[in-house]
């Protein structure tokens, strides 16, 4: 008869006999791995054996990853969240705001939370003011919040009058014109 099934009397039947030949299988199995193990140890077997985990279906570390999530795992680990955020009012303008509003302005300076908008003309930065209550939710739903916490806007820069390499710092003298 085979390993584990007892002998002497009548020959197992039914769950008997399935208990009986399960137990002389994992006999045979602990057997298997007792030899594969004394063989490891000795240094015996140029058979390698893969790392448990890496067969068959599902996740594992070696497979492929799409560029936006190993980016977004790399700003993470790297505290670049917040420097994301303020270039993104930048680099985003138009969907911060909309494209009426990025039409007629821009974005010049981002420090300390304080966002400094130049509009084209005086008129369109007295309009952008009254609408600065609105336009921070707006920016706070693009890239966060406590990213952009107060809006400067003044109308388009004054022309210089210094022209030319030579010239003096200051008012200069009173008679400019004559």
């Known amino acids: 008869m085979s390993e584990g099934v007892p002998t002497g009397g009548p020959e197992p039947q039914g769950p008997e006999l399935a208990r009986a030949a399960?137990?002389?299988?994992?006999?045979?199995?602990?057997?298997?791995?007792?030899?594969?193990?004394?063989a490891r140890a000795k240094g015996e077997g140029g058979q390698r054996f893969r790392p448990r985990g890496y067969s068959g279906p599902g996740p594992d570390p070696r497979d492929p990853a799409k560029v936006g999530d190993v980016?977004?795992?790399?700003?993470?680990?790297?505290?670049?969240?917040?420097?994301?955020?303020?270039?993104?009012?930048?680099?985003?303008?138009?969907?911060?705001?909309?494209?009426?509003?990025?039409?007629?302005?821009?974005?010049?300076?981002?420090?300390?939370?304080?966002?400094?908008?130049?509009?084209?003309?005086?008129?369109?930065?007295?309009?952008?003011?009254?609408?600065?209550?609105?336009?921070?939710?707006?920016?706070?739903?693009?890239?966060?919040?406590?990213?952009?916490?107060?809006?400067?806007?003044?109308?388009?820069a004054a022309p210089s009058w210094s022209h030319g390499r030579k010239r003096v710092r200051g008012t200069g003298p009173g008679d400019t014109y004559g």
């Open 22 to 38: 399960l137990d002389a299988a994992l006999k045979k199995r602990a057997a298997r791995h007792q030899a594969a193990a004394e």
């Open 71 to 156: 980016l977004a795992r790399l700003m993470k680990a790297r505290g670049w969240q917040r420097p994301t955020a303020e270039a993104t009012v930048f680099g985003e303008w138009e969907k911060c705001v909309g494209p009426d509003i990025a039409a007629h302005s821009r974005p010049v300076k981002l420090e300390n939370g304080e966002l400094t908008v130049e509009a084209e003309s005086t008129a369109w930065a007295t309009q952008l003011r009254l609408l600065a209550r609105t336009i921070l939710p707006r920016i706070a739903a693009t890239v966060g919040n406590n990213v952009v916490t107060k809006l400067h806007i003044h109308g388009p």
